[in-house]
């Protein structure tokens, strides 16, 4: 699942991880859309175990971008928790958006996602981006 992807995903260079486990959500988010609106909307009526197990299991996924975040060292862990969960947020709102082709969306989900994470590290003082390197087309 997602979180073991993203386990694999955090390995090395913390720009090159926080890539991975962007580009990882952006594909899960848009390839498996039912499964987000599924936890949105059904997750209250789940028993409490089974809610608590669900916060744990994202917790964890939260923290490997975290990790990477403060990998690093300008960033402290409140500071990494409020980015990756914004940028997170960025990208599991895709269910909800209409009219584009899948490849579209997708482009559009990375370049805001990396960009603000590019943003949020060049204010703390990382002047090396996270984009991956594209090669013009």
Known sequence: GLRDQAAACTSGDPTQTLTRLTTGLIDFALDRPELITIHKQDIVHAPDEVQRRVRRLKAEYVDHWVSALVALGVVDEPAAHAAAQAVIGLIISTPFAKGLTRDEM???????????????????GVEKSIAPTRSSS
């Not at 997708?106 to 703390?124: K, T, V």
Request: hydrophobic share 60%; glycine share 10%; charged share 20%.
């Open 106 to 124: 997708a482009r559009i989900l990375e370049e805001m996602s990396i960009g603000s994470l590019d943003a949020f590290l060049l204010g703390a």
